[in-house]
């Protein structure tokens, strides 16, 4: 459900997580089968996996606390990136810290080029994990950034004219 004014995804609905679940998962499931056939031991893909987990872990302890999202009054998180999951921290009133910004993009490329090596070696694998990032970022920005209500984020797409509107509101 959004904003029908401007568009915002003021309550992300079901929909709109398993949406972008199913197209996250693609570059994911892409990676991880490159890595299982092509890897010479298994470390390699049990590795990509930690490094996915502690990124993601990092994300909801360190960033989420500070989102919109997180802090409104419910028992589990309701956003595009997380359903279902219990609160761990309590909700924080200031920005994240300085350091996400970059933290996500470097997290962000670390995930990303991780697994090339090994798709080079099927370049089908290859061209439909390049894609389907294309993909994953062009939805992220269109569906989440640009309609997100955390204004606070760094990287949220929606017109200053939009959030000086809401803002007063949150």
């Given at each position: 459900m959004g904003c029908s004014k401007y568009g915002l995804l003021t309550e992300p609905?079901?929909?709109d997580f398993f949406r972008e679940k199913i197209i996250t998962a693609v570059p994911f499931l892409v990676a991880l089968v490159a890595l299982y056939r092509y890897a010479d031991s298994p470390v390699w893909l049990f590795l990509y996996?930690?490094?996915?987990?502690?990124?993601?872990?990092?994300?909801?302890?360190?960033?989420?606390?500070?989102c919109a999202y997180y802090k409104r009054d419910t028992k589990n998180l309701e956003c595009l990136w997380w359903r279902w999951v219990?609160?761990?921290k309590e909700p924080k009133p200031m920005p994240p810290?300085?350091?996400?910004?970059?933290?996500?993009?470097?997290?962000i490329l670390v995930i990303t080029i991780y697994p090339i090596y090994w798709l080079t070696?099927?370049?089908?694998?290859?061209?439909?994990y390049a894609l389907s990032w294309g993909v994953l970022f062009l939805s992220i920005q269109t569906?989440?950034?640009g309609r997100c209500i955390d204004f606070e984020?760094?990287?949220?797409?929606?017109?200053q004219e939009v959030r000086d509107f809401y803002s007063p509101m949150q």
């Open positions: 609905t079901a929909f996996l930690a490094i996915i987990a502690s990124h993601l872990g990092h994300i909801l302890l360190k960033r989420c606390p500070h219990p609160k761990i810290p300085k350091y996400m910004g970059i933290y996500t993009i470097a997290a070696f099927d370049l089908a694998l290859l061209a439909i569906y989440a950034c984020c760094k990287y949220n797409g929606v017109p």
